[in-house]
């Protein structure tokens, strides 16, 4: 695996579930239900996903990454029938969700495979969502419940934030592994 660090040889990172194309053009949806204050440039749809972990890494960890976030997947059926639009503290405009608990699993499985690679681990508990917008104070959610089809999760990626450019996924990792 090559990859290009620019200018700075720390790599922004995050593992993500990342919907499907279809999916997202739901998400969009729901987004675009919003009231949003002038001013506020809600995420595109190509980058809406659930963030599991963010990592920072020197580049030549990347591949030592890679393999040590390899992880067991079990399939699972992530539902929006409970999902609530929030803006939380610090304008931060989220749909957020209730995971099942074979994602809960996920995301520990992730915090110990990057504990096992000497990275930190975020201590705040996990919170599931989506991310809308930022720096949305005073956005009004949508009335009512969130309608879009349950998303059948079996994989998630490794993802870089590239400055100005937006995201590159990395790496997919998918199928249950024992």
């Known amino acids: 695996m090559t990859i290009d660090a620019g200018n700075t040889s720390t790599l922004r990172l995050f593992t993500a579930l990342w919907p499907p194309p279809a999916l997202q053009v739901a998400l969009a949806a729901l987004r675009d239900r919003w009231q949003w204050p002038a001013g506020v440039t809600p995420v595109r749809t190509e980058r809406l996903h ?91 959610p949508p009335p009512g419940t969130v309608d879009v089809a349950p998303w059948q999760v079996s994989d998630f990626a490794l993802v870089r934030t590239v400055p100005g450019r937006g995201y590159d996924t990395l790496h997919r990792f998918a199928g249950a592994k024992g």
Do not use: Y
Request: glycine share 6%; net charge positive; no cysteine.
């Open 50 to 140: 659930v963030t599991l972990h963010f990592i920072q890494v020197p580049a030549p960890r990347l591949p030592d990454l890679v393999t040590g976030l390899d992880v067991p997947v079990q399939p699972a059926e992530l539902g929006f029938d409970t999902a609530r639009h929030l803006v939380w503290p610090g304008g931060i405009a989220v749909l957020e969700l209730d995971v099942p608990e074979p994602l809960r699993r996920l995301h520990a499985r992730l915090s110990q495979a990057l504990k096992r690679l000497d990275l930190p681990v975020e201590e705040r508990a996990w919170k599931p969502h989506v991310t809308f917008a930022r720096k949305a104070r005073g956005a009004t």
